[in-house]
């Protein structure tokens, strides 16, 4: 056993998905099935792993909240105080050992020594200042240097994101790895790449394939700056991708039934929240649905229970049962049928689409986007063609496991996400 720990997870890196690709890439290493959360989401999986705790307990339901005190659902943002609960570092690093986080959700103010997050400056005129958050401050500029290329945003999501920023991220990761002066104890890196073309194309689609072997690569760099540096490796996904074909737009079914209202400026409906008797925040395969009075529940649900795809609408029970239950939640969190997804929608005419309707917006829209991985016309803008989605994810269950590999062997196989980290927990415990 080595004395230091690498975590690497992949987006997207589902168990059958890996299977049916036999992709060559040559790692070595044997993939095994592991059940992840519900949702099955980044940041619901991220946040279950770092506490080993069910969203009921740690609070990120999904990869945004609803805050209902402001009326306004924010998406995608980065501070570590919105999960809730003890870290599985917490002991090690108490030792005196250092830990490093790198491009992990909602990792902003974390209790870690070493930290990457995008954290891009939005200019007052328009446009942005490309940068990455780190911690110590001049870590960012060394890597840099170090690489001879800078982090590109724009390959990180949106139209252009491909496994370049991937690539950056595990040739950083390997760099510290390499550091004999800043080499962390414990690093936990992701590697988002392979996400994209399968929900652009789909899991079956050529394209997957290449995605996975590039994601191989990625991977090959950081084992062997592991193995350069005496680091165990664990590998795991947050989720697996499945096919889709239809998406939803319970939004719109709640404006046509006068529970979800919106405001006109300059021709363009806004949502107004503060009126709205209903809103869904969608995010991939589920949306949480919040509902303003409890006695508009029965008439939210009879609605939404009659769109065409829909599969479940969880009340607070049945969330508990899912081990979802949190104030967090929305009264209601619908499941799509396996095929179909939750797009945010509520209008009709793209005249009527919000300005950011056109634009990578992450943080405006109020629910996941995956057209923005398109270009659209006029040229620049994003897509709203939600036709062109073929793969999505959120729910769990046979078929829908994530996949796990690792250098070092475990008391008994974890079934799990949260197992895994429970016995990451009790392995680092083990290290000197």
Request: net charge positive; with cysteine; aromatic share 10%.
């Amino acid at each position: 056993m080595n004395k230091r720990l690498v975590i690497i997870q992949a987006a997207g890196l589902g168990y059958d998905f890996v299977r049916k690709t036999n992709a060559s890439g040559g790692l070595g290493l044997d993939f095994h099935p592991l059940e992840s959360v519900f949702p099955a989401v980044t940041c619901t999986a991220q946040a279950s792993f770092r506490t080993a705790m069910p969203p009921a307990s740690h609070g990120m339901v999904a990869n945004g909240l609803f805050h209902r005190d402001l009326r306004k659902p924010l998406l995608w943002e980065q501070s570590s105080s919105l999960i809730t609960g003890p870290r599985i570092w917490e002991a090690f690093r108490a030792r005196g050992k250092k830990v490093a986080l790198l491009f992990w959700q909602q990792s902003l103010g974390e209790t870690v020594d070493i930290l990457l997050s995008p954290a891009p400056v939005h200019k007052h005129g328009g446009g942005m200042v490309q940068s990455v958050y780190s911690q110590p401050a001049g870590l960012y500029e060394s890597l840099c240097k170090k690489l001879g290329a800078r982090f590109q945003l724009h390959r990180y999501w949106g139209p252009l994101a491909s496994a370049t920023s991937s690539h950056w991220i595990a040739k950083a990761t390997a760099a510290l790895l390499d550091d004999p002066a800043a080499a962390p104890d414990l690093c936990l890196t992701y590697l988002p790449a392979l996400d994209y073309d399968l929900q652009r194309h789909g899991p079956d689609h050529p394209s997957a394939k290449r995605a996975l072997e590039a994601l191989f690569r990625q991977i090959t760099l950081i084992r062997e700056a592991a193995e350069r540096n005496g680091y165990d490796v664990i590998l795991f996904g947050d989720y697996a991708i499945a096919p889709v074909s239809q998406a939803l737009f319970p939004n719109r079914a709640l404006h046509d039934a006068g529970l979800f209202r919106t405001r006109s400026v300059a021709g363009k409906l806004y949502p107004d929240f503060h009126t709205s008797a209903a809103f869904a925040m969608v995010d991939h395969e589920i949306a949480h649905v919040y509902v303003k009075q409890k006695s508009s529940i029965p008439a939210v649900r009879a609605t939404l229970a009659a769109l065409p795809g829909v599969s479940a609408l969880l009340n607070s029970d049945e969330q508990q049962a899912a081990g979802l239950a949190h104030p967090n939640c929305g009264d209601l969190v619908l499941m799509s049928e396996p095929g179909a997804w939750f797009a945010y929608p509520w209008w009709t005419s793209k005249r009527e689409a919000p300005d950011y309707a056109s634009h990578v917006d992450i943080h405006n829209k109020p629910g996941y986007d995956p057209c923005e991985l398109f270009f659209g016309w006029p040229p620049i803008s994003v897509s709203q063609d939600t036709s062109r989605i073929k793969g999505s994810h959120g729910r769990t269950g046979s078929g829908r496991e994530a996949a796990w590999a690792a250098t070092i062997p475990f008391p008994a196989p974890p079934k799990s996400l949260l197992d895994l980290a429970q016995y990451v927990r009790q392995h680092l415990a083990t290290i000197p």
